[in-house]
Each structure stands twice: as structure tokens, then as C-alpha cells.
């Protein structure tokens, strides 16, 4: 009998507690948590990214219709269509004369609209644009032409300034 008790403690001293399964399976669920809120922050990650995307293009397709319109009175009227994605897209142009002749300072205003979002989507920018087509008023192209020709020839120095 002496033979069978010292077996069976030896036996038992290989096997694992039960604190120590405990705090093993502690260890795993922290780990298995880290990874799982790692997975859904990428995932949420490249949702964000994939809408940026699709928003920016829909604004690259705005400032494009004003970019290749040659009317300024269309332009100056805004316009609006619906985007893929069951979006809508409203967009506004301020025309003022530039400090050149046929040079414009163009201010495009755009908001997209979605449906998944409360608040919409917007963004200005502000521009140069040269576009003959756009003058009105030909006394005012006429005299910055004047000018720009007058600081030209200054600086060649063929005419004295004033």
C-alpha cells in the first residue's frame, strides 16, 4: 500500500489546479478582447475610408461640371443631381473678377446629402479659373488688359513709371 500512495502523489503533482485553469482562462478572454476590439476598429477603419472615398469623388464630379461649364450665368444659378449610392448633391459658385484679364476667383460651395447620415457632407473651395468666356462686363477685361500691358513694358523698362 505504501507503493500505490507514493504513485498516485506523484501522479497528482503533474496535473494543473484549478486557480490555474482559472487564471489561464483569464489571460485567453483578455487576449481574445484586445484582438476582437483591434478586428472592429479595422473594420470601422475602412468603412470610413471606403465613404471618404465615395464622398470625395462625388465632390471631384461637382467641381468638374463647374471647371468645364463655359456659361457663367448657368454657373452662377448652382446645380444639383443624385449620386450612386441614392445620395444628392447641391453645389453653388461665387464668380468674382480676377486682378488679370479673363482670371476668376471662383468660391464652390458643395453639400452631399445621404440618407444613412444626420448631418450632410460639405466643403468649399476657392480658385483660380481663366475663362474668356465668363467676362460681362468688356470695359473692365479691356482695361485690365490695359494694365497688365502697362507692368509689363515697365518691367522691360521701355516705359518710365509714373
Not at 55 to 77: G, I, M, S, Y
Not at 138 to 149: C, I, M, P, S, W
Request: charged share 30%; aromatic share 8%; glycine share 6%.
Amino acid at each position: 500500500m505504501t507503493t500505490q500512495c507514493r504513485i498516485h502523489r506523484r501522479g497528482g503533482g503533474r496535473a494543473f489546479t484549478l486557480i490555474e485553469v482559472l487564471v489561464a482562462l483569464v489571460i485567453f478572454a483578455m487576449v481574445v478582447v484586445v484582438l476582437g476590439s483591434a478586428y472592429l476598429n479595422i473594420l470601422t477603419a475602412y468603412e470610413v475610408v471606403k465613404r471618404g472615398t465615395v464622398v470625395n469623388e462625388d465632390f471631384a464630379f461637382a467641381r468638374q461640371q463647374v471647371l468645364t461649364e463655359p456659361d457663367r450665368k448657368k454657373l452662377e444659378q448652382g446645380g444639383e443631381f443624385d449620386t450612386a449610392g441614392n445620395r444628392h448633391a447641391k453645389w453653388s459658385v461665387e464668380i468674382e473678377s480676377g486682378p488679370v484679364a479673363d482670371v476668376f476667383r471662383v468660391t464652390f460651395t458643395c453639400e452631399i446629402t445621404d440618407p444613412a447620415r444626420s448631418e450632410p457632407d460639405r466643403q468649399v473651395e476657392t480658385f483660380m479659373v481663366l475663362r474668356p468666356t465668363w467676362v460681362i462686363d468688356a470695359a473692365e477685361r479691356g482695361k485690365l488688359k490695359e494694365d497688365a500691358k502697362t507692368r509689363i513694358l515697365e518691367l522691360q523698362g521701355k516705359l518710365k513709371k509714373l
